[in-house]
């Protein structure tokens, strides 16, 4: 550090950042003019919104270097949250708004003659996610920091984050993302480095106090290089990093050697082939396909990851007994489990601690939380992939595992099965490491992401690990959103008129104070506020939708929205087949008949995993509807149907403040949570949805009165699924129309359809549309017939907005702090 009779000078100098337009107009210009060599003659909104993300980042580096100061300077415990997916959308308006200075760059871009909403817009998505998982992630991000938690993400710089989607002649084609290219959110640091070993083999050796060490040598290096992103928290200067690796080819390897010796085009190869390790996200939501580049990216980022915070904790000088006491490891999903492997490879071989001291404090560092119980997603690595790969880490799994099965023989001798039942090694051909086993053996805490969910898994994949560990071990942390980015950034008129009942912005720190909104049910004004704002923003989505489709749609008719990743578990094969119900209903109809219809336009939106065949077909399928619907002039603004292309986190922003009503319809027992039916609710817009995951616990906060719930329980799916593999499968009469008309090639060539209806009429209906359809039939009738009750309607979604307080991820991460972290917060102010 600088010498005492030095810092003054530094003092005098440091930077402090703008508060004012002023200042704010002259820190853009200078970066346009100096940062960018731009000037008034060619400055266009891409360069306007360069110069001022890069004004917004100056302030933000400020606040994050002194945050970084001190969190060390404290101390204190600190979590780390390790994931593989963050998305995070965009960066600036969030910035703008987290430290409390939109409106000062609203007027200061006024006055250099730009909009601020098309400086906004400019940005491209940090994409590095596929749905829930990853936006998760971004939302605990925001909350860790609002909260000022000493918190830490952990994740990898893809160079390409998830495709973007164009529809062509009504199927999905995917373009690669690149979006790096002018990325200010990003810092690298190239002086923070870490070497990462793969393949070779394992040696054994005898020490000076004959111990035998186990040491891994041969195979290849990768660098790991850091790039870190400043997370901002609103209304506070805690500002937290996301740490995101990228890989390179090592220097002092190989490569430099075939360089020296000539070979430069091998060189490059080598160099090629290690920066292949963090170029893609892969781009499946809820699905395991075992390819080794996928277990190179999560040994890469887990042996980065830990380096990194276990040279943190080292230079405390701290005894490795405390490492509990200073680090929590989060783990979200199984995707980071390896993380658990290295710590303890780090402890006993290179730390050299005895094996069982290594194993408390390993599991007394780490927590897991489980997304899903579908069997296609849980992950499971082939035992020759990791053998050859990672051979050290396959011995201390194996070492795990035998005293882990040693341990439940003992206690629970009677139970032959149970052995084999609770193995990490599956003994199939080949052999299975199953992460999620080993996760939870490796974790002192086990979650679920909402109640449903939690229940579940407690009877499904781990019923034996709750016999073993007990109950506790286990636990429910019910997923939330962020307010400001769901609520005050996507709607912010909305938010602003609720400011003006409620007596300013509190509610966005604390969401339960929305309660209050209910005190203001006979207000008539406010009442008719709120539905101009709901029309605006319907208004915002139908030229968008115009834009990009070129489908007129009237935003009077009410909005039907389910955007989300295209899966059959969501079940937006339901969704079009009750559309096409729909409309042969209306074609069967007088015109008398039809006077009486509620317009209604549907809207889809979603990405399907580019070898998921039947999720294209589902795509297919809606394009192929709309191109019908919307050119039947019997139908006119009675019906449209959409595909809102490439849907993102700031379609999304545009698209969830635009719903009348919005469909979380999977097949119960399915959705772990999902959380984008929070994000609707927040918005006032209303449910049609199933008695599954995070629904579940909105109906009990706002009331059965305010959601429209339909189909089977998760309790029955089981032996309804039984039922029909056993010959009982009946098609219900109404889908058996709609199958009869594509089956007529009503919808183009009906061929492209037949592996989707035969998947309902020959292959057991998996996803129980079947079952389900004429109970969902009838709750859009009763949605129809509720809507025709606009004040009524209105009531709904206001009373709804005010109890949904719970879903805010500051609950969220306040739970996983105190329950499983075990940390406190640092206020940036009492220090
Ligand atoms: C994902 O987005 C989710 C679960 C996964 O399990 C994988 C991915 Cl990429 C491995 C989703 C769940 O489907 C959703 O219900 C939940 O709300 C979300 O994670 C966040 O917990």
């Known amino acids: ?119 906004i817009s400019q940005e491209h998505d940090a994409a590095l996610g596929n749905g829930g998982l990853g936006r998760l992630a971004a939302c605990f991000l925001d909350s860790m920091a609002t909260l000022n938690y000493p918190a830490w993400g952990y994740g990898l710089r893809y160079r390409y984050g998830i495709f973007k989607q164009e529809i062509v002649d009504g199927y999905q084609v995917e373009i690669p993302d690149y979006w790096l290219d002018f990325n200010p959110w990003e810092f690298p640091r190239h002086d923070i480095t870490v070497d990462i070993q793969f393949y070779g083999y394992v040696r054994k050796e005898i020490n000076e106090d004959g111990k035998t060490v186990a040491i891994w040598e041969g195979g290849e290096i990768v660098d790991a290089v850091a790039f870190d992103v400043p997370i901002p928290g609103y209304g506070t200067s805690t500002t937290n990093n996301l740490r995101l690796w990228s890989s390179k080819a090592s220097k002092g390897e190989f490569d430099f050697q075939k360089f020296n010796s000539g070979d430069y085009e091998a060189s490059v190869g080598d160099q090629q082939r290690a920066e292949t390790i963090s170029a893609v996200l892969y781009p499946n939501d809820n699905l395991d396909r075992g390819k080794e580049l996928r277990l190179k990216q999560q040994y890469f980022w887990c042996a980065a990851s830990l380096y990194d915070i276990v040279r943190r904790f080292k230079k405390s000088k701290k005894p490795f007994s405390q490492f509990p006491e200073k680090v929590a490891i989060q783990l979200n999903d199984t995707h980071p489990t390896l993380a658990i492997v290295e710590l303890q490879r780090i402890l006993v071989d290179i730390e050299g601690l005895e094996w069982s001291e290594a194993w408390s404090i390993v599991q007394a560092t780490f927590s897991y939380a489980n997304h899903t119980v579908m069997p296609e997603a849980l992950e499971k690595w082939s035992v020759p992939l990791m053998q050859n790969l990672l051979p050290r880490h396959l011995q201390i799994i ?91 950034q996507a709607n912010p008129k909305l938010s602003e008129l609720i400011a003006s009942k409620l007596g300013g912005y509190d509610f966005l720190t604390d969401l339960t104070k929305l309660n209050k909104l209910e005190n203001f049910l006979d207000d008539e004004k406010f009442k008719k506020e709120w539905q101009a704002i709901k029309y605006d923003n319907k208004v915002r989505l139908a030229r968008h939708i115009k834009e990009t489709t070129g489908v007129t749609v009237n935003p009077k008719a009410l909005f039907d929205i389910q955007v989300k990743r295209i899966h059959e578990y969501k079940r937006q094969q339901l969704n079009i087949l009750g559309v096409i119900h729909r409309y042969l209903s209306i074609k069967a109809m007088n015109p008398e008949e039809r006077k009486k219809l509620q317009p209604r336009v549907s809207i889809f939106g979603g990405k399907a995993a580019p070898g998921y065949w039947m999720a294209k077909t589902i795509i297919h399928l809606v394009c192929s509807v709309g191109e019908v619907v919307n050119n039947d002039k019997d139908v006119g603004d009675l019906l449209k149907v959409v595909y809102v292309e490439d849907y993102n986190v700031s379609k999304a922003e545009i698209i969830v403040p635009a719903s009348d009503i919005s469909e979380h319809i999977s097949t119960a027992g399915t959705e772990a949570s999902g959380t984008s039916n929070m994000k609707f609710v927040l918005n006032g817009g209303l449910i049609i949805g199933t008695c599954d995951g995070a629904n579940i616990e ?23 699924r039984h039922a029909h593999t056993y010959g009982s499968f009946r098609l219900d009469a109404d889908l058996a129309r709609v199958f009869s008309a594509i089956k007529s090639n009503m919808f183009g060539d009906a061929s492209r359809f037949s592996a989707l209806c035969n998947s309902i009429t020959d292959h057991g209906d998996y996803y129980l549309v079947s079952d389900d359809f004429n109970s969902y039939i009838k709750t859009h009738e009763l949605v129809d017939e509720a809507y025709k009750d606009q004040t009524a309607w209105l009531e709904k979604c206001i009373t709804s907005v005010a109890r949904m307080g719970f879903f805010s991820s500051d609950r969220c991460i306040q739970e996983y702090a105190d329950m499983i972290w075990n940390i406190e917060p640092l206020d940036p102010e009492s220090s």
Request: hydrophobic fraction near 40%; include cysteine.
């Open 1 to 119: 550090s600088i010498p005492e009779g030095q810092r003054e000078a530094w003092k005098k100098h440091s930077i402090h950042g703008f508060t004012t337009k002023e200042q704010f107009e002259n820190e853009t210009v200078r970066h346009i003019e100096t940062t960018l060599a731009r000037s008034l003659f060619n400055c266009d909104e891409l360069a306007a919104y360069s110069g001022a993300a890069l004004a917004f980042r100056d302030r933000l580096v400020i606040e994050w270097n002194k945050t970084q100061q001190r969190q060390t300077f404290a101390d204190q415990k600190r979590v780390y949250y390790l994931s593989l997916e963050f998305l995070m959308g965009r960066a600036l308006d969030n910035a703008m708004l987290n430290v409390g200075l939109k409106d000062v760059a609203r007027d200061g871009l006024k006055e250099l003659g730009f909009r601020i909403e098309d400086v």
């Open 398 to 488: 194996y070492e795990v595992n035998m005293q882990f099965l040693q341990y439940v023989e003992k206690t629970f001798p009677k139970d032959r099965d149970m052995l084999s039942r609770v193995s990490i090694i599956e003994e199939s051909n080949p052999k299975m490491v199953r992460m999620a086993y080993l996760a939870t053996i490796g974790s002192h805490k086990v979650n679920g992401v909402a109640e449903l969910h939690s229940d579940l898994i407690k009877t499904t994949i781990f019923k034996d690990f709750v016999t073993i560990y007990g109950p506790d071990k286990f636990t429910n942390v019910t997923n939330g959103i962020t307010p400001r980015r769901w609520l005050h």
């Open 698 to 720: 909105i109906t009990r906060e706002i009331s059965t009165d305010n959601i429209f719930l339909f189909g089977n329980l998760a309790e029955d799916v089981e032996d309804l």
